[in-house]
């Protein structure tokens, strides 16, 4: 039996992830078994197990990719010197949802699960995507001045208002997802100005 | 019940007391301004209760329902207080947002000396300093619109706005190929705003349902709801725009910026950028009596240019959207709430108006009114006709007249203000669904020949215009 290297593992993971992508784009969500998946990635349906626990976690994964290591790279790209940290950080969250539009039309059920504020979950994609997030969060307040990291209850507020304006988006009929940007500006503005008065409460 | 008015009334700011706490100045009033984002969602602009705009909402309406009530029977004083009430609620719901509610300011604030003084500043700002776009929104916009990021689509974007309008903002850019373009954004989402503020507007109409006018009035305030709406779309404004940039030579001394349609969407429009000021910083300049003549009358060559030759009407005629080019031309912006008198029987209308207007005879001007106001399968209410006859008269007063109008008499408009005070009084609402945009321009017209303090005989002017479209200067 020839011997599963690391480099043929992480090969059949990135088919599943592709195959997983171009069925769900095709067939919608729920219309699409991990059976499907797995014959569209050339592998036995047994052998997709060995990688994603459920359809579900693959979108988690696609998700994870697109929000945390290319986003990120994209938003320094797009970042431009001097901006207000409302700029900064609707620009860091409108870049996200731009490397997640292919996704758009199933991310809804990872949305109201894995992603949810109020899951608790601690492992796996979901988790990795909250956590990578707010940890850019924090960095990005703290670029702007911010001495404080910031609370718990805040990163809570914050994940929140994240979470509806990315459930909102993925059902956002209107042209070009306006709606979304509008939505979002108003979620940015209402989180800084509440930051801002909890950092000059002197209680 | 009386008392529970009296509470009304004191609950709400006074006329002559600050309207804007902590907004003393301008300046201040606009930092404010700058800070807030606009409000999209219903939710959030119920928590805006007793913020800004609300406050200066509700004082006006405290004006106009004191006026009003002030000899009213007690039954009348009911009925008002629960209007009022309902009034003041859906300006508050409405409170501080852009969209319809930032049109009726841009009518409000070119009336001096009609309404409070702090009022008509607050309003005045309204033209041209509304809370901005941060530029990520814009940039997004521009990707959304445009495919690529502003600096690759222009070969230079200034990242702050020079200017702010109801529905978007605008910045100025360098195209690729050289020309400087102003670049007009518009809000996302602000048609949404728009449908809802008319949901909220509704149940404030309620009152008047029992009246055999209602029909009549949901379909005045369906057509301005359209007309809002189509006002979101930029591809018809450059539509209308292009129209008009048709109907001006060089020699009129009026530029319509050239459209470029190949950069421009729904919600992006690009023009040309011209050089000049608005109406309040050319009148700081204090210009000689003659040449605020000159700018008037290029004011009327452009109206009546665009209603002989281009069977159209600006109804969104306010300060913000013309400018004073440094070298004497009158440059004209915005052409979104334009109308487009189509139809043949709009245009016979058109034409039945034109002949009161420039004879000013009785007869002419009663009929017209009849027809204007829809009055014609109604039991006749003379006093009702009598009012719409002098408001009539009272608009084309300067055309019949003949000879010089001073349109900067303050009498001139306190009296218009009188009689329209008096027919909204007698809830006089029977209108031509379009009259209230047409209304909307006549206000627009002469606020902004009243600003500009015109003595003018504008009637040779018009009669030329309609000459060079093939009308019989008499009609």
Redesign the interface.
Same mark, same amino acid.
């Given at each position: 039996m020839p011997r599963v290297t690391a480099a043929t593992k992480e090969a059949t993971r990135a088919r599943i992830l592709e195959a997983g992508r171009e069925s769900f784009v095709r067939c919608g969500f729920a219309e699409t078994t991990t059976r499907d998946i797995a014959r569209q990635a050339g592998i036995a349906a047994g052998t997709l197990f060995n990688y994603f626990t459920s359809k579900e976690e693959i979108v988690l994964q696609l998700m994870s990719e697109a929000l945390l290591a290319r986003t990120e790279k994209a938003f320094l790209r $797009?970042r $431009?010197d001097g901006?207000?940290l409302?700029? +900064?950080l609707?620009?860091f969250v409108?870049t996200g949802l $731009?490397q997640l539009k292919p996704l758009r039309r199933f991310i809804a059920p990872a949305l109201e699960t894995n992603l949810s504020p109020a899951s608790q979950d601690t492992s796996g994609p979901g988790p990795a995507i909250r956590v990578g997030h707010l940890e850019f969060l924090a960095g990005l307040l703290s670029q702007h001045g911010l001495a404080e990291p910031p609370t718990g209850m805040q990163l809570q507020m914050y994940w929140v208002l994240y979470t509806g304006v990315l459930s909102f988006w993925a059902r956002d009929e209107? $042209?070009?997802q306006?709606?979304t940007?509008?939505?979002l +500006?108003?979620s940015i503005?209402?989180f800084i100005t509440w930051l801002r008065m909890e950092s000059s409460d002197p209680s | 019940m009386a008392a529970k008015i009296a509470e009304l009334m004191a609950a709400l700011p006074d006329a002559e007391a600050e309207l804007v706490p902590g907004a003393g100045t301008e300046g201040e009033l606009q930092k404010i301004l700058a800070t *807030?984002? &606009?409000?999209?969602?219903s939710f959030?602009r119920l928590s805006l209760l007793g913020g800004l705009q609300a406050k200066v909402a509700a004082a006006y309406a405290f004006h106009w329902i004191r006026g009003w009530f002030q000899d009213a029977s007690q039954r009348e004083r009911d009925l008002a207080e629960t209007q009022f009430k309902l009034a003041v609620r859906v300006l508050d719901t409405m409170g501080y947002m852009r969209g319809a509610v930032m049109k009726l300011g841009q009518v409000l604030g070119n009336a001096p000396d009609v309404l409070p003084e702090q009022l008509v500043e607050t309003m005045k700002s309204l033209h041209f300093q509304a809370p901005p !776009?941060?530029?990520?929104?814009c *940039? =997004? !916009?521009v &990707?959304? =619109?445009l495919g690529d /990021?502003p600096e690759r689509v222009f070969a230079e974007f200034d /990242?702050v706005a020079f200017a702010a309008a109801s529905l978007g903002q605008v910045h100025r850019a360098r195209l690729k190929s050289g020309e400087e373009v102003a670049v007009k954004i518009q809000?996302?989402?602000i048609g949404?705003t728009i449908r809802s503020d008319f949901r909220a507007l509704l149940p404030a109409l309620l009152p008047n349902r029992l009246s055999r006018d209602w029909q009549n009035l949901k379909d005045q305030v369906e057509t301005i709801r359209r007309q809002f709406e189509l006002e979101t779309d930029y591809l018809r404004e450059a539509e209308s725009q292009q129209r008009v940039r048709r109907l001006f030579r060089d020699e009129d001394g009026i530029v319509v910026p050239k459209v470029y349609l190949n950069v421009s969407t *729904? *919600?992006i429009l690009v023009m040309d950028y011209l050089p000049g000021v608005h109406l309040d910083d050319y009148l700081g300049t204090h210009p000689s009596q003659e040449e605020r003549n000159s700018r008037a009358t290029k004011l009327v060559t452009t109206a009546s240019r665009m209603l002989y030759s281009g069977r159209m009407l600006n109804a969104d005629w306010h300060p913000g959207n013309f400018l004073f080019m440094p070298d004497g031309r009158l440059g004209l912006l915005d052409f979104g709430c334009v109308l487009r008198h189509e139809s043949e029987e709009e245009w016979g209308r058109i034409r039945r108006i034109n002949r009161a207007i420039v004879t000013g005879e009785g007869k002419l001007i009663r009929n017209v009114m009849i027809e204007w106001s829809q009055l014609e399968d109604t039991p006749k209410n003379e006093e009702q006709i009598r009012l719409y006859m002098d408001f009539g008269k009272w608009c084309w007063r300067p055309y019949y007249s003949g000879g010089e109008f001073d349109f900067g008499d303050p009498g001139y408009i306190q009296e218009g203000v009188k009689i329209w005070k008096q027919i909204a009084r007698k809830r006089y609402t029977r209108s031509h669904p379009t009259n209230l945009l047409q209304f909307r321009w006549e206000c627009g017209y002469r606020m902004m020949f009243y600003r500009l303090g015109a003595v003018l005989n504008s009637m040779p002017i018009v009669a030329n215009e309609m000459k060079a479209a093939g009308w019989d200067h008499r009609g």
């Open positions: $797009r $431009r901006s207000s409302e700029e +900064d609707f620009l409108s $731009r209107s $042209r070009k306006e709606n940007l509008a939505l +500006d108003q503005g209402m | *807030r984002a &606009v409000p999209i969602n959030h !776009m941060h530029f990520s929104l *940039r =997004e !916009m &990707v959304d =619109e /990021e /990242e809000y996302p989402g949404r *729904r *919600r």
